[in-house]
Each structure stands twice: as C-alpha cells, then as structure tokens.
C-alpha cells in the first residue's frame, strides 16, 4: 500500500472530480447519502488503477434514478429489483445502489433482497473487509466498519463477519478469495483458509457459468498461481476442475518431471511472462536476426543512411 497522504489524495480526486461532485451533491440536496464504495475505494488506497465507480446510497432505486434523470438524459435499470441504476455522467459510467441488508437460504447463494437503512450495514455484508470500504462524499469520510484499512496495510484477506458465515451465504465468494489473492498478491488469513475447506462442498449450489467466469478472472491476473495453488490446497478445485487436483499425484510418462502439477504451474508463469514481453516488444528486439531478416534489416539501414 503507498503511502497514506498518497492514497488519500487519490480519493480527493475521485471526489472532486467533475463526474462524481456533481452526483453527491445532487443525493445531498436532495437529503440522502451516498458514498463511492468497494473496489474504487480499495484500488485508490493501494495505488491501482481506479477502472470503476461504484456507489451506494440511502436512496430508493426510484429516488435515484429521479436524480439521475435531472442530470444526464442516459439512464438505465442495471437491476432495479437488487436496487442498482446506471448512467452515464460525463463520458463515464456509474452505477448507485441503494443500501442493502440481504439474507440468504441454505439451498442458494441468491439473496433474498433487503434494502437497508445504513452505510454499516451494508458494508459489514460484503465479501471482504478491504472491499468493505465506503468514502463518504461530498464530506470525503472514510467509512471503515471491520478494519479494512489495516488488512490493506497488512496484504490480508478476511471477510467482515466470519468466513464461516460469508461463505454459507454465498459460496461463490471463495473462488473470489483465490482470485484476490492473485489479483492483490494478499495473503489469506488462516481463518478465512479454513473454512474455505470446510466449506467446499457449497460451491456443488453455484452455476457452472459463474464459477467459470471466476476462473477466468483468476487466470487473467498477472500471476494466477497463488490462486490455483489456494483453490487446489482448500479442496475447492476438485468440485469443478478435478483434472487439476489429479495433476498432483501425476507423473509424465517420460520421466521427465517428478511433479507434473509444479511443472504445470511454472509453465503458466512463463508463458505469462513470455506474452508480457512480446507485449512490451522485448521479445522482437532481443531475438537473433537470422540471413533473411539480417539481410532486410541491413537494406533499411542502408536506405536510411542513403536517404
């Protein structure tokens, strides 16, 4: 995490900025609050690239999107029944959702929707506490309900209620931890491990589609084996891709690799790493000129020199 006077003059930014000021002070006027909330909050402290504005507020869906409506003519329902309305604002778009306070059945991670009362409410049920920051606006408080700020500082992943809790809820929040983990490279506390294995079996209740999109956020991250190796660890892989538990206990029939599973996982590094430096055009510039490029190369050289 960069340094504190840093990170909160990113927020100062985002607050001030000619597409947020003038939405909070439209809520305010209006008599409601509203607050930049979660990944925003998050990314901005750690010095990330800030890609999303996400907000929540005291207002109904209705109420927002009447003040939204006053001040751009590009509105839409994202969900209103989840309470989220979207605009555009500026060249930028926002979604505000009004404060939440969900439960949850024991045969679905679908929550049956509450609309909540309360910032603190609506933090404490979110997946994990350095996604449970809200900063209030147009004051710029920082809202901090279960020591999200010191989990940042310390690079640890916990939820705000207990693991046990949050992941019955919604099981789906476990492959968002192994996700984490590589997107943030924060260590998973030891509570939060624990009932990722004692709770794998929840994950059978998520559809196949939205475990899959999770994977694919996971190997999209710039390094995805601490993930892999925590969905592996926890026994949470084995419940949708069992082919990657096995690779473990798998030799390569050449004898070549004792551990075909580390072999896996080192191979994955290099290519990333391989298709960074192709990116950065490293890989173009270091390679070995055979005859025939030599030869072009040497011919744009003369041409250059002749011109």
């Not at 506490?129 to 309900?145: E, F, G, I, K």
């Not at 991250?221 to 690779?247: C, K, M, Q």
């Not at 599973?261 to 055009?281: D, F, M, N, P, W």
Request: hydrophobic share 40%; charged share 30%.
């Amino acid at each position: 995490m960069r340094p504190i006077a840093e990170s909160l003059a990113a927020l100062r930014g985002i607050a001030e900025s000619p597409v947020v000021r003038p939405i909070a002070e439209a809520f305010e006027a209006e008599g409601h609050e509203f607050a930049l909330v979660g990944g925003p909050v998050r990314d901005a402290l750690l010095g990330r690239p800030v890609t999303d504005l996400d907000f929540t507020t005291s207002a109904s869906p209705d109420e927002t999107r009447a003040i939204l409506d006053r001040l751009t003519k590009s509105v839409w329902d994202v969900g209103r029944a989840f309470g989220t309305i979207a605009a555009r604002v500026r060249g930028e778009n926002v979604e505000i959702t009004t404060y939440r306070a969900d439960s949850y059945r024991d045969d679905s991670r679908k929550p049956e929707v509450e609309f909540g009362d309360s910032i603190e409410g609506d933090l404490v049920r979110r997946d994990f506490t350095v996604n449970a920051l809200a900063l209030m606006l147009p004051s710029q408080r920082l809202v901090d309900v279960s020591g999200g700020i010191e989990d940042l500082f310390a690079g640890r992943l916990m939820t705000p209620s207990s693991p046990e809790i949050s992941f019955t809820d919604d099981p789906l929040r476990m492959m968002r931890a192994a996700r984490f983990a590589s997107q943030l490279d924060f260590e998973v506390a030891p509570e939060v491990r624990g009932a990722m294995a004692e709770f794998a079996e929840r994950l059978d209740i998520v559809s196949a589609e939205r475990i899959r999109d999770e994977l694919v956020k996971l190997l999209s991250t710039a390094d995805p084996v601490p993930g892999i190796r925590l969905l592996v660890e926890t026994g949470l892989a084995v419940r949708f891709l069992p082919e990657l538990t096995a690779l473990v206990e798998t030799q390569d029939d050449h004898g070549r690799h004792k551990d075909v599973y580390e072999h896996s996982l080192t191979v994955l590094r290099q290519a990333i790493e391989l298709e960074a430096a192709r990116q950065r055009g490293s890989i173009a510039s270091a390679a070995p000129l055979g005859p025939h490029t030599a030869g072009a190369s040497t011919r744009k050289h003369r041409f250059r020199r002749a011109a």
